[in-house]
Nanobody, 121 residues
Framework: QVQLVESGGGLVQPGGSLRLSCAAS????????MAWYRRPRGQERELVAT???????NYADSVKGRFTISRDNAKNSVYLQMNSLKPEDTAVYYC???????????????WGQGTQVTVSS
């Protein structure tokens, strides 16, 4: 019933910027925390940034000061503004949401399909 759809990835030169978006579609659910993860080629998935339902954020040290996570609860969306991009930021980026369907009290993790970000000259 619930699906996360990501957009905004692409190719950018070092020092450039991109804004990723992720929207939850469906009905009869609520969202707690949301997050962005990334998986560089040949490496494990790593946490990039998180944001709670109340707006509290935290970031991986590697992106602190360059990336900003935000959310729009009315649109069931989360965003990642990426500035001063570096080649080491190249990865597939995934959004994650902690979702509680209306038919249960249990919380589930939902994942987007991933969007490629490539930083290269």
């Amino acid at each position: 019933q619930v699906q996360l759809v990501e957009s905004g990835g692409g190719l950018v030169q070092p020092g450039g910027s991109l804004r990723l978006s992720c929207a939850a579609s469906g009905s009869a659910f609520s969202i707690n925390a949301m997050a962005w993860y990334r998986r560089p080629r040949g490496q494990e998935r790593e946490l990039v940034a998180t944001i709670t339902g109340g707006g509290r954020t935290n970031y991986a040290d590697s992106v602190k000061g360059r990336f900003t996570i935000s959310r729009d609860n009315a649109k069931n969306s989360v965003y990642l503004q990426m500035n001063s991009l570096k080649p080491e930021d190249t990865a597939v980026y995934y959004c994650n949401a902690e979702i509680v369907p209306s038919y249960t009290k249990l919380q589930y993790d939902f994942w987007g399909q991933g969007t490629q970000v490539t930083v290269s000259s």
